[in-house]
């Protein structure tokens, strides 16, 4: 109970504290915030910048040694998310194996600057455009076989 109370203060604390930089913003007037680079912008819209981004930062530090401790505790959900994993890179393969690295061109008919061919970003771009095509495959084989089981059920 006291770390619900203790989390429910900072919970707090951080919502105080950015609508209090949030409202200095709103103190001012927009057109002079735009003009008035060097002293107004970054005395007022740069510390909520700064404060969003490590908010930011700290949640997914947070979120992501949460997951990796309750992975190391419950080691039959490492497994089946290792086994995930192993699939995902499965498929990553599939796709960098069907996709290739062909000149882009643009609507002028001109090769656009770092489209030429063989580049490996050209490579990486058409291996996520594979992946998500056979991600999206496998979800829509999915969402028919639940429908049809949703059918035959009723």
Do not use: C
Request: glycine share 10%; net charge negative.
């Amino acid at each position: 109970m006291k770390s619900n109370k203790i989390l429910n203060i900072l919970i707090a604390a951080i919502a105080i504290i950015g609508g209090i930089l949030f409202i200095r913003i709103f103190m001012e007037d927009a057109q002079e915030i735009v003009d008035n680079v060097d002293n107004l912008q970054n005395t007022v819209v740069s510390p909520l910048i700064s404060y969003s981004y490590w908010l930011f930062i700290a949640a997914v530090v947070i979120t992501i040694g949460l997951s990796l401790l309750s992975l190391v505790r419950n080691p039959e959900n490492l497994k089946k998310t290792l086994g995930g994993l192993g699939v995902l890179a499965v498929l990553l393969a599939i796709a960098y194996f069907l996709s290739d690295s062909a000149a882009v061109y643009n609507t002028a008919g001109n090769i656009e600057p770092g489209g030429e061919e063989g580049s490996s970003i050209n490579h990486w771009v058409g291996t996520g455009i594979w992946y998500s095509i056979i991600l999206g495959g496998i979800a829509s084989l999915f969402f028919v076989w639940d429908l049809l089981k949703g059918l035959v059920k009723s």
